[in-house]
C-alpha cells in the first residue's frame, strides 16, 4: 500500500500563473478530501469527493479554485490564477467511508506564490 | 467561527511526564472525535478517535477523555517521549452525515530530554 500520493511535493510558481496540485488516493478507498493548512486557519476542508462525485465544495474560497476528481484513481485542484495569499501547505486525504481509522493522508503539496 | 478550537498553540513538558493537550468544540451534532499528529513535512496520521457514547479511550500510552456536558476532550500521553514531539491536532464530525473532518489549528507539542 503506496499510501496517498500527492505530487509535486513543493510548487513555487508567480502571481497569476496556473496551478494544477495531483491527488492519488488509496485504491479503494471512495471518499477523497482537499484540504488546506495556514498559520491562521489550521487545516480547513476545501473540498470532497464521495465516490467520484463532488458532495461539498463549501469550502473552496472562491471561483480561482476548482478540483476535479475523473476517476477513483485521480483527482487535481486547481488555482488560476494564483495568487500570493494561496501560499499554503495543501494537503489529500483518503477513506473508505468508515472513520474508524480515520482519514489516510498524503505528504502534501507546499505551494508558494511569489 | 470555529468549531473545534485547541487554544494552547504549543506546549512543553519534559520526557517521562505527562502531557495533556487539549480541545474545545461548539458544535453540540459532533458525536465523533479524532487526535491526529503530524511531523514536519509530513501528512498528519491518525492517532486515536472516540465516540460520544465513550467518556474515554485507551490506546498505550494515549487516552483520549471527553466531556459532552463541557465540550471539551483531552488527549494524555504518559510518559511522554521525544519522539512524539510534534503538532497534534483535533478533529470532530458527525458519524452517519458527511465523512467530513473539521479540524483545530493544531497544539505543537515539544518532549524535552
Known amino acids: 500500500d503506496a499510501g496517498v500520493i500527492q505530487s509535486p511535493r513543493h510548487e513555487v510558481t508567480e502571481m497569476g500563473q496556473e496551478v494544477t496540485l495531483r491527488c492519488k488516493p488509496i485504491s479503494g478507498h471512495n471518499s477523497l478530501f482537499w484540504y488546506r493548512q495556514t498559520m491562521m486557519r489550521g487545516l480547513e476542508l476545501l473540498i470532497y469527493?464521495?465516490?467520484?462525485?463532488?458532495?461539498?465544495d463549501s469550502g473552496m474560497p472562491e471561483d480561482r479554485f476548482s478540483a476535479k476528481m475523473p476517476n477513483a484513481s485521480f483527482s487535481t485542484l486547481k488555482i488560476q490564477p494564483s495568487e500570493p495569499r494561496d501560499s499554503a501547505v495543501y494537503f489529500c486525504?483518503?477513506?473508505?467511508?468508515?472513520?474508524?481509522?480515520?482519514?489516510?493522508f498524503g505528504s502534501g503539496t507546499r505551494l508558494t506564490v511569489v | 467561527d470555529q468549531q473545534v478550537k485547541q487554544n494552547s498553540p504549543s506546549l512543553s513538558v519534559q520526557e517521562g511526564r505527562i502531557s495533556i493537550l487539549n480541545c474545545d468544540y461548539t458544535n453540540s451534532m459532533f458525536d465523533y472525535f479524532l487526535w491526529y499528529k503530524k511531523y514536519p513535512a509530513e501528512g498528519p496520521t491518525f492517532l486515536i478517535s472516540?465516540?460520544?457514547?465513550?467518556d474515554k479511550n485507551e490506546d498505550g500510552r494515549f487516552t483520549v477523555f471527553l466531556n459532552k456536558s463541557a465540550k471539551h476532550l483531552s488527549l494524555h500521553i504518559v510518559p511522554s517521549q521525544p519522539g512524539d514531539s510534534a503538532v497534534y491536532f483535533c478533529a470532530a464530525t458527525t458519524q452517519g452525515g458527511s465523512e467530513k473532518l473539521v479540524f483545530g489549528k493544531g497544539t505543537k507539542l515539544t518532549v524535552n530530554p
Open positions: 486525504a483518503s477513506i473508505k467511508g468508515v472513520l474508524g481509522y480515520g482519514y489516510t
Open positions: 472516540i465516540s460520544s457514547i465513550k
Open positions: 469527493f464521495n465516490n467520484n462525485v463532488p458532495i461539498d
